[in-house]
């Protein structure tokens, strides 16, 4: 876990900031306080003390994303290995896991999902990526992409929690937690056509997104449903033929 104690208001603010943002876990205490139980690496300002016994990372007030990376550096190079969990949707949830600590997490669209699976793959412990079994046509469009990657497809039956007040949003990412600590069959791709009923929600949405009422042939549907295109350059496509 990482800890951020730092008696400077501009650090504590820019650190915490660049951590929620990456939905890592971590704790913050006063400089002189005990650390708790699980600390692997604590973030401090530039006048702080030192803590004794444990990884520490002094961030700059005017750079605290450098301090954050570095601390999620010295994490993923522990012991643990990187296992990246993905729920697939339209805007994915991904987390990042080193060992049992998650450290990262994100919710991106998924034409930039693959590309966040591979950063943080990159120097990763013995990598694998998990992604769930379920919007079939997006999870496959990330495998096909992860080709270089170690990919597992995951049943994601009941990794979706139950949600309480003031948890919108946060549902696809707790899914992908899930996902990440349940193996899975090892894949190396994924080719699925799409059914009728798929092709025909796609070219409603491109009917809906069209400022011309346009609406996509079914050539170009499939090639959406296939991850080739975005429902706006089949549009274009559409509009040039």
Do not use: C, W
């Not at 205490?29 to 973030?43: K, R």
């Not at 919108?168 to 699925?192: Q, T």
């Amino acid at each position: 876990m990482i800890v951020v104690a730092t008696g400077d208001f501009e650090v504590y603010h820019g650190v915490v900031g660049e951590l929620r943002e990456r939905g890592v876990a971590f704790t913050t205490v006063e400089p002189d306080d005990e650390l708790p139980e699980g600390t692997e690496t604590v973030i401090t300002g530039p006048e702080d003390d030192p803590p004794t016994g444990v990884e520490y990372v002094r961030a700059d007030p005017e750079n605290p994303r450098e301090a954050v990376e570095t601390a999620l550096s010295t994490l993923r190079a522990g012991d643990g290995r990187t296992v990246v969990g993905v729920d697939p949707g339209d805007r994915p949830g991904i987390a990042i896991l080193s060992g049992e600590t998650v450290v990262a997490a994100f919710q991106v669209p998924l034409a930039e999902a693959a590309d966040v699976v591979r950063e943080e793959v990159a120097g990763g412990v013995d990598p694998v990526v998990r992604i769930g079994d379920g919007a079939r046509l997006k999870g496959a469009t990330m495998i096909n992409a992860l080709e270089d990657a170690r990919v597992e497809l995951v049943d994601e039956t009941g990794t979706t929690p139950s949600l309480g007040t003031g948890t919108r949003g946060m549902g696809d990412v707790l899914a992908a937690v899930n996902i990440a600590r349940m193996e899975g069959e090892a894949v190396e791709s994924r080719e699925i056509e799409p059914t009728e009923g798929e092709l025909t929600v796609i070219k409603r949405r491109s009917r809906e997104r069209s400022p011309e009422n346009r609406e996509i042939d079914a050539g170009l549907a499939k090639r959406v449903a296939r991850g080739e295109l975005t429902v706006e350059e089949a549009l274009e496509e559409h509009r040039e033929e």
